[in-house]
């Protein structure tokens, strides 16, 4: 399927040192920049996103009177990758970064590793763990270890499988520290102007469902804004809502692989998408997606773009359109 142009409108200390039963591991995950003001009391929550530039002038001007996508020709690219019943995206930004979201189960490890070298890449500047779940960690182990990377976040979860223990080893074997992420939390540090890219989420530091940790991340270039909700829950799409946070986006990578667990009605019209996409594994032990969950995102306009149906899924965008290509029908 290939789609036609459209104009878009538009673990910290506690995470599990005990369980990781290794008082090394500890030195692994960020503690100092986590608790720095700079985060806490500072730059985000201060002022930069809830009262200046991005809210008053996307509405009032600069992107519509001074952005002019035919000046650029960098474009950004979105994968979605096809890793069965799973999680996995690559962002590439115009000023040639790169952002890993998830890695998918462990089984998808190396065609994860194949799939961003086919690119020409040997080095991942940003790695988000949404959570600790093997169908979004498992294949980052092989990813850790097989490129450069410039820093890698997750959220403060708990968790004690070997999966996770074995992902926090390889972590440590290549000397970088985990820098927990939350709503707000910078994570792209790139100065290009036409490019934001926030955390929505966790805004609580305690859930009952590991998957309502997800690091949710939203994407805009331009005009152009991608969501990506991990397996982020109802619970976590309520707080969103109730912190008024502006969840709206032309392609969401829909929350927890479609299931009924997430992608309540009241979030998927605040969310207003042109196309829903669903990283599943065909004939999935889970029953994902849900056949009502796929019939609210249709109602609200959305295509359902799915990975066991379509393979890989690529968007491109230069800010001002965007293409979406798949691998398969
Ligand atoms: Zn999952």
Wanted: with cysteine.
């Amino acid at each position: 399927m290939k789609t036609k142009k459209l104009t878009a409108l538009l673990l910290s200390a506690a995470m599990c040192f005990s369980l990781c039963g290794c008082d090394s591991l500890s030195r692994i995950l960020d503690d100092n920049r986590y608790d720095d003001y700079y985060y806490d009391d500072g730059y985000y929550n201060d002022g930069y996103y809830d009262n200046g530039y991005y809210d008053n002038g996307y509405n009032n001007g600069y992107y519509d009177n001074g952005y002019q996508s035919d000046q650029r020709v960098p474009n950004l690219v979105s994968h979605y990758i096809d890793v069965g019943q799973g999680d996995c995206e690559f962002i590439e930004f115009p000023d040639g970064e790169t952002m890993l979201i998830d890695a998918g189960p462990t089984s998808s490890g190396s065609e994860v590793v194949r799939y961003i070298r086919n690119l020409g890449y040997s080095r991942i500047d940003y790695i988000v763990a949404t959570h600790p779940h093997e169908d979004h960690i498992g294949g980052m182990k092989k990813v850790v270890e097989s490129f450069d990377f410039g820093s890698i976040y997750m959220p403060k979860a708990e968790t004690n499988t070997l999966t996770y223990e074995n992902l926090l080893t390889a972590i440590q074997k290549k000397n970088k520290k985990i820098k927990t992420a939350k709503a707000k939390t910078r994570i792209v540090t790139s100065s290009d102007s036409y490019l934001k890219v926030e955390t929505l989420a966790p805004n609580s530091s305690s859930y009952t469902d590991l998957n309502d940790y997800s690091v949710v991340i939203k994407v805009t270039y331009g005009k152009v804004r991608m969501l990506y909700m991990g397996d982020a829950g109802k619970d976590s799409e309520n707080e969103m809502l109730n912190k008024n946070y502006n969840v709206s986006a032309d392609v969401v990578k829909v929350g927890h692989h479609g299931s009924s667990s997430a992608s309540t009605q009241k979030f998927i019209n605040s969310v207003g998408a042109q196309y829903a996409i669903m990283s599943v594994g065909s004939d999935n032990d889970y029953g994902h997606p849900n056949s009502q969950t796929i019939d609210r995102w249709e109602r609200s306009g959305a295509q359902v773009i799915r990975t066991d149906i379509y393979g890989d899924i690529v968007l491109t965008t230069n800010g001002d359109t965007f293409d979406i290509d798949t691998e398969k029908n």
